[in-house]
């Protein structure tokens, strides 16, 4: 069952993703100019221009994502970190398999924090979240994010008996719920938790819901920024963005915690 779900929601994120609305406007204009439908052609087509050059100019995502990052404090004052959870995502699994060398993609700023809180508290166990998230995944085969992520804290240094490997989740319900099972957290002890800032809403909420006691938001990877600075001609990055904002609220929906008095808080955020 649990399979199944994951399926849909693989299958409902592409059908949200605006590129496939740009593409079904282009085929529906296509289908009625096939039928003589001149009009109704011409209109879609119109709109599709429309919202495409709309996307193109225009930081739309960045409008969506804010809210989100803003929700957590950067930099939250720690005194006591007993263990840093960094979720997977930052970390490219088949090139890195294909070059022989570890690959970080947008978001490797979760590696990088997560290794600079554990020189910072070198009592403190690192655990990483992360398995393969793809459809061709369910056939098997593939590398999980888990085994790049061992080879990158390796590499820099990280004592082998320090790292907690979570390399079975597909998503990250799935991620809170494993990752609770491998490390056994205990009350009293505190947790920080690593992931993007536009992720950690939904992050804190799955992890909450699985039982996490004082776990701490850590968001980094922030993707908005001043909505005139991002004013221009960028179609492709626009898209990109305006894709990760639709996932986040579409994930935030499903989990049920779209709410703002929903999501945990923590001291100093808003």
Known sequence: ????????SKLVGALVRPESWLIIGMGLALLAL??????????????????????AIFPLGELLLQPLEARYPANPTLEQVDGIIVLGGGEDPAKS??????????????????????????QAQVLFAGGKGQL?????????EGSVAQAFFSAQGLAPGR??????????????????????????????????????????????????????????????????????????????????????????????GWRRDALPGQAGSE
């Not at 096939?34 to 996307?55: E, I, K, P, Y």
Request: proline share 3%; charged share 15%; hydrophobic share 45%.
């Open 136 to 144: 061709r995944d369910l056939a098997g085969g593939g590398t999980s």
């Open 163 to 256: 790292l907690l490997l979570e390399q079975e989740s597909r998503n990250t319900s799935e991620n809170a719920s494993h990752s609770f099972v491998l490390a056994q957290p205990k009350v009293g002890q505190t947790w920080v938790l690593v992931t993007s800032a536009f992720h950690m809403p939904r992050a804190m909420y799955a992890f909450t819901q699985a039982g996490w006691p004082g776990l701490v938001a850590y968001p980094v990877d922030y993707r908005s920024g001043k909505f005139v600075d991002g004013i221009g001609w960028d179609l492709a990055d626009n898209l990109r963005v305006l894709n990760t904002a639709l996932k986040e609220y579409v994930g935030l929906l499903v989990y049920g």
């Open 97 to 122: 398999v294909f070059w022989g060398q570890t690959q970080l993609r947008e978001g490797a700023e979760r590696y990088t924090a997560a290794l600079e809180l554990a020189r910072r508290f070198p």
């Open 1 to 8: 069952m649990d399979t199944l779900i994951y399926i849909i």
């Open 34 to 55: 096939l039928l003589r439908r001149l009009q109704l052609a011409g209109f879609v087509l119109g709109l599709t221009f429309c919202a495409t050059l709309l996307v």
